[in-house]
């Protein structure tokens, strides 16, 4: 069906103008400030801001801008809308005055007027043009629905080869099950499961008409994605360490269990992919094996495993982003679908030629992939990704690179069965609310939600100097920065990335926050600071990449984060204005607080928590709980008390420990997967609460997808 759009004016029509002292060029392509260089930047920037300038003071929407730019390519548009105002916010950063307003639900509008170089051209949207413009679209669009309805109904219900969309439980039992693994035929499927401390696999027997699961695998480790060999009695897996980052490929025996370990391996990464080949020769696997010095995909061959792996060449401008999961073509075993992951929130898929060389990148503007699998045709990739914890399953056509949405809820990891071609995949609706643990004396804890509704609220930070919480919400869109008051009352949004930011932490003084979000290349991960008075926004210049959640020094003039300098994680101090660095840590260094000027309190990993003096370098163990913390990050000091929590078996546990007497109190039990798993806990002194973020809904099940599309 064709499209009809009014012409844009074009490049060479329009007309230079300035905003404040930026001087815009349409026509190059380019922006000056007074004294200093031309500066390119890309068009479709040049595009929205243009949008925006000709239409002063007016509010524009998304849609607007969207259909003007990408000539109403709705799928590229909203997010390269997203990174569009971002780049020009980071331009115009410098200016004291917001110059692009988000007008929340609405959409942006200039606050600074435009001053044209020659007469101001006519607005692209004029109001009264813009009304009758609308009513009209509006009647043509109710009139080709009308069409498409009576055509669905008359001649589309009539066809056989349409496929109604059909969803098949595999899992019903309480808690989560993870990462499907169907044999060739469809009637075994393996998945992961969390158990006290680590996951185990699990094998489920379709045949059986019974959603009763055997357990495979009893160990101490995590066992998460396995893939099948193609005589249907052999598995293959990585186990991973809880600690040191060992891990191992098994293969396993499903019918007597019995484990062979092929080869031992090194793993920073939560997640180690498999898949095989379509001629059962070739084993891939994501990780650090051999010289690797980060997670790359590497290739056994199956018919003599003690050969050395093959690690797949990486491309020049390719080598620092980490690739994550694979998959082999269902026809071809020389061509693979990659991901690779620049940040948490630049994620795309490649393909590549192992036999070649050759690369393709195809897609752009991902975020977090969550599995890739190929259709049995060979030409179709199903993926998912991850945005805000929203999961969106996708077919991509890798000849077009067309990509539509399946439209299916909480959608991840799937997984094709060779033979019956089938799709398995996971179902995990995430929705997380703040909630508040009062710790009234006297009284039974009370345990109350905070903040909840369809959005994803998380991460609270409590600031007893400015009396408000700091949290992450996904109201935008995105995770982005919000306050509100102990009520979860009177919210507001303070950042505007169109990115998800991280864990945003309050300054002691209250003036300030600190949180994590990519730079504007998005290929790593910064530091930023917000002055909570004025919004103002900076990057903490830092020679370090995938900073870990920040906390301040005892006189807020520098920020202590975790990074990785030769292969070993340990805390450091930023200065705030400089950012010049020092080591505080070494051996290990996930999570740290200072408690005075020259002390400071951290973990190492999630056993246990240490004091160390910075000056002399003397530590000691302050507490190690009976069970893992819930997270490195999974505890607060509140003045001779830490609060925290922990793991316990199918149940999660807050307690609080007293560094005067030793004595360590259970202050409630909670059901398995309520908290999230790297929560983090903040405390309220006025009040005498605890906040921290609540999962709304743990289950996640395997579930078989018949799709039209499919």
């Given at each position: ?379 179709h990739l199903i993926f998912a990704e991850d945005v805000a914890y929203e999961k969106k399953g996708y077919i991509l056509n890798t000849k077009t690179k067309d990509i539509q949405e399946l439209n299916i809820k909480g959608f991840s990891y799937p997984q094709f069965s060779r033979l019956s ?56 869109g995105h995770d982005e920065a919000w306050i509100a008051d102990t009520a979860g009352q009177t919210p507001q949004q303070l950042t505007s990335f169109g990115k998800d930011v991280k864990y945003p932490t309050w300054s002691r003084q209250g003036d300030k926050i600190a949180f994590l979000a ?193």
């Amino acid at each position: 069906m064709a499209r009809f759009r009014r012409q844009k004016p074009q490049t060479d029509q329009k007309n230079s103008f300035r905003i404040s002292d930026i001087l815009v060029d349409p026509t190059e392509l380019t922006i000056q400030k007074y004294t200093e260089e031309k500066v390119s930047i890309q068009p479709k920037f040049v595009e929205v801001l243009y949008c925006l300038a000709v239409n002063y003071p007016r509010v524009i929407s998304r849609e607007y801008i969207i259909e003007e730019v990408w000539d109403g390519n709705f799928y590229v548009g909203e997010k390269a809308l997203n990174n569009a105002i971002w780049q020009l916010r980071s331009i115009f950063s410098q200016n004291q005055e917001n110059t692009i307003e988000t007008i929340r639900k609405v959409g942006y509008r200039l606050t600074v007027k435009p001053e044209w170089d020659s007469e101001a051209p006519e607005s692209i949207e004029p109001e009264e043009k813009r009304s009758d413009w609308l009513k009209l679209s509006l009647a043509i669009l109710l009139l080709i629905f009308s069409a498409i309805f009576v055509i669905n109904t008359v001649w589309l219900s009539d066809s056989a080869d349409i496929k109604p969309l059909e969803i098949i439980d595999i899992t019903r039992a309480p808690g989560a099950e993870y990462f499907p693994s169907p044999s060739a035929d469809g009637s075994l499927v393996v998945y992961s499961k969390a158990t006290t401390g680590s996951q185990n696999l699990y094998l489920i027997d379709r045949d059986a008409n019974s959603f009763q699961s055997k357990q495979l695998t009893f160990s101490d480790w995590n066992d998460r994605f396995s893939v099948w060999s193609h005589d249907n009695k052999h598995i293959y897996f990585v186990r991973r360490g809880t600690v040191d980052n060992e891990c191992e490929l098994i293969k396993l025996n499903v019918y007597t269990q019995k484990e062979d370990t092929i080869l031992s391996c090194k793993n920073n990464y939560t997640y180690s992919y498999v898949d095989i080949s379509a001629d059962n020769r070739w084993l891939a696997v994501s990780g650090i094996f051999g010289t690797s010095d980060s997670s790359r995909i590497h290739i056994l061959d199956l018919h003599d495993p003690s050969l050395p792996m093959q690690t797949l060449e990486c491309q020049p401008a390719d080598c620092s982003m980490i690739e994550r999961s694979m998959a082999f073509n269902s026809r071809d075993e020389n061509i693979l679908a990659i991901t690779k992951r620049k940040t948490f929130s630049d994620e795309n898929i490649y393909l590549v030629n192992r036999k070649t060389g050759e690369q393709q990148q195809l897609t752009f503007g991902f975020e977090d992939i969550d599995g890739i699998s190929w259709h049995p045709d060979g030409v179709h990739l199903i993926f998912a990704e991850d945005v805000a914890y929203e999961k969106k399953g996708y077919i991509l056509n890798t000849k077009t690179k067309d990509i539509q949405e399946l439209n299916i809820k909480g959608f991840s990891y799937p997984q094709f069965s060779r033979l019956s071609k089938e799709l398995f995949y996971q179902e995990k609706q995430v929705k997380f609310e703040l909630s508040s643990l009062r710790l009234a004396k006297g009284e039974s804890y009370n345990l109350s939600p905070l903040l909840e509704s369809q959005f994803n609220y998380k991460d609270p930070d409590f600031s007893d100097k400015a009396d408000l919480l700091v949290y992450l919400s996904n109201e935008s869109g995105h995770d982005e920065a919000w306050i509100a008051d102990t009520a979860g009352q009177t919210p507001q949004q303070l950042t505007s990335f169109g990115k998800d930011v991280k864990y945003p932490t309050w300054s002691r003084q209250g003036d300030k926050i600190a949180f994590l979000a990519p730079s504007e290349q998005l290929s790593e991960d910064k530091i930023f600071i917000v002055d909570v008075a004025s919004k103002q926004i900076k990057m903490l210049e830092t020679p370090f990449k995938n900073h870990a959640r920040t906390s301040w020094s005892y006189s807020d003039d520098a920020i202590i984060s975790a990074v990785e300098v030769d292969e070993e994680t340990n805390l450091f101090s930023f200065d705030l204005d400089s950012g010049a660095y020092t080591q505080l840590t070494s051996g290990g260094g996930e999570y740290g607080v200072m408690i005075s000027a020259n002390e400071l309190l951290y973990t190492k990993d999630e056993k246990s928590i240490w004091r160390r003096n910075i000056d002399t370098q003397f530590e000691e163990k302050i507490l190690e709980p009976e069970s893992s913390l819930l997270s490195s990050s999974s505890w607060v000091l509140v003045d001779d008390f830490i609060y925290y929590f922990v793991r316990g078996k199918d149940i999660e546990k807050a307690r609080k420990y007293s560094l005067l007497d030793k004595s360590d109190e259970l202050i409630i039990n909670l059901p398995e997967s309520t908290l999230k798993g790297d929560s983090t806990i903040s405390f309220s002194k006025k009040t005498n609460q605890l906040f921290f973020t609540r999962s709304r809904n743990p289950q996640s099940d395997i579930k078989v997808l018949k799709h039209p599309l499919l």
